[in-house]
């Protein structure tokens, strides 16, 4: 099984609808990213989580929200989805220690709003 | 003006061919420094990591990083189609997030 999985895959939406996108890990990492990516632009950070406790904003949180629900799951959430939200999604983990921070990235979900 | 820099290619070169992928950078800091391959429609994944200045070789691939030019190299000897992919420089200061440039889209053809 995958260290880093992301469900839905593929999600196509409306305008204005609420997405949850999730990431759940098997790596016992503490921390754990959101990314999207773009042509053109690369990976950009929109969330980060260094423990359960811990929430921060990345590059580009607005339009964004997240939760961490436990160790091992993150979840994004766009609360009223617009079409520039339209990306790939890549959820991340690394354990942050000795003094590199090598991640570990998911599959991704493709995420269309109309 | 962006933390990594990265020629986004696209790069076609014909199989058995060295490739050279660049980034250069602006912080000073970085001090650590990473290569990421991406396969069309999967996620990102590690292929060298290095500390530092200098070189570190594994298999056909080479990492070079120049600190003093800000300047960081990948290079692919004797290429094979399997090596069509985007490649991704990512670095970072330490024990934090990670910079990554834009990409560099490889083809390879045989």
């Known amino acids: 099984d995958a260290d880093v999985t992301q469900t839905p895959r593929n999600r196509i939406t409306k305008t204005g609808k609420r997405i949850m996108l999730e990431c759940s890990q098997t790596k016992g990492h503490d921390r754990m990213y959101w990314y999207r990516q773009d042509p053109g632009l690369g990976l950009r950070l929109i969330y980060y989580s260094f423990d359960v406790k811990d929430i921060n904003k990345g590059e580009i949180s607005d339009g964004y929200s997240v939760s961490r629900q436990a160790q091992a799951k993150f979840s994004l959430s766009l609360e009223s989805a617009i079409p520039n939200q339209t990306a790939l999604y890549f959820c991340?983990?690394?354990?942050?220690?000795?003094?590199?921070?090598?991640?570990?990235f998911g599959p991704g979900t493709r995420l269309t709003v109309l | 003006q962006k933390e990594v820099e990265q020629d986004p290619g696209p790069l076609s070169v014909p199989e058995g061919a060295i490739v050279s992928l660049n980034c250069t950078y602006s912080?000073?800091?970085?001090?650590?420094f990473m290569w990421y391959r991406q396969y069309s429609r999967k996620g990102p994944e590690l292929l060298m990591y290095t500390y530092s200045s200098g070189n570190k070789e594994d298999g056909r691939f080479t990492a070079q990083v120049d600190k003093s030019s800000k300047y960081i190299s990948l290079f692919i000897r004797d290429s094979q189609p399997s090596d069509s992919a985007t490649y991704l420089c990512a670095m970072s200061a330490g024990a934090n997030n990670l910079f990554f440039g834009t990409g560099t889209r490889l083809t390879v053809i045989p």
């Open positions: 991340a983990t690394s354990d942050g220690g000795r003094g590199t921070d090598t991640q570990y």
């Open positions: 912080n000073s800091a970085f001090q650590y």
